[in-house]
Antibody
Framework: QVQLQQSGPGLVMPSQTLSLTCAISGDSVSSNIATWNWIRQSPSRGLEWLGRTYYRSKWFSDYAVSVQSRITVNPDTSKNQFSLQLNSVTPEDTAVYYCARRGASFYFDYWGQGTLVTVSS | DIVMTQSPDSLAVSLGERATINCKSSQRVLYSSNNKNSLAWYQQKPGQPPKVLIY???TRESGVPDRFSGSGSGTDFTLTISSLQAEDVAVYFC?????????FGQGTKVEIK
């Protein structure tokens, strides 16, 4: 059974960097089938896919246009986890952030528990 | 981007009655390799992440009660709860996984009348 465990701070100052980690059990971040994603949810923006990382003989990452200048999603093979960094945050980045696996059938089949991140001074 | 539009935004249904939620995509999401529509339905309860109910528009996820069914083709899709139970009170989302950016509908809140 795949499990995704999120960690990271719930409060970030404006203009600072939001950093979250998603630890994987029951699968590998280096899987040749799955992709590893970050999704956020807010009342104003709904569910919004932010970006992903995946391994297909080499590492790839790609991002939503809305955040692509500020986001990095990286794998950490030594700890079997992946991370989200979102730079220069504003209060509009306040949301519940989820990590999620996109599996062999292409939908999001496993999700982390969610982390409410508030951007405020 | 593919825009997913759900209707209605909310609905109230009596216990045991049918609930129907619609989802329209701004373009077709047919995956040519298997001739199936790249459309999933999720259920979300307060404080929980979304949970997949249906994928490929009509395939029920393992363990999902058979009162949940999905249908549709082209750009119009439907989630039906045939006999609403108290535990089905939740928000339901459709999502296309045909092309990035993966996009979701705005959600439909289902309540008991």
């Amino acid at each position: 059974q795949v499990q995704l465990q999120q960690s990271g701070p719930g409060l970030v100052m404006p203009s600072q960097t939001l950093s979250l980690t998603c630890a994987i059990s029951g699968d590998s971040v280096s899987s040749n089938i799955a992709t590893w994603n970050w999704i956020r949810q807010s009342p104003s923006r709904g569910l919004e896919w932010l970006g992903r990382t995946y391994y297909r003989s080499k590492w790839f990452s790609d991002y939503a246009v809305s955040v692509q200048s500020r986001i990095t999603v990286n794998p950490d093979t030594s700890k079997n986890q992946f991370s989200l960094q979102l730079n220069s945050v504003t209060p509009e980045d306040t949301a519940v952030y989820y990590c999620a696996r996109r599996g062999a059938s292409f939908y999001f089949d496993y999700w982390g528990q969610g982390t409410l991140v508030t951007v405020s001074s | 981007d593919i825009v997913m539009t759900q209707s209605p935004d909310s609905l109230a249904v009596s216990l045991g009655e049918r609930a129907t939620i619609n989802c329209k995509s701004s373009q077709r999401v047919l995956y040519s390799s298997n001739n199936k529509n790249s459309l999933a339905w999720y259920q979300q309860k307060p404080g929980q992440p979304p949970k997949v109910l249906i994928y490929w528009a009509s395939t029920r996820e393992s363990g999902v009660p058979d009162r949940f069914s999905g249908s549709g083709s082209g750009t119009d899709f439907t989630l039906t709860i045939s006999s609403l139970q108290a535990e089905d009170v939740a928000v339901y989302f459709c999502q296309q996984y045909y092309t990035t950016p993966w996009t979701f509908g705005q959600g439909t809140k289902v309540e008991i009348k």
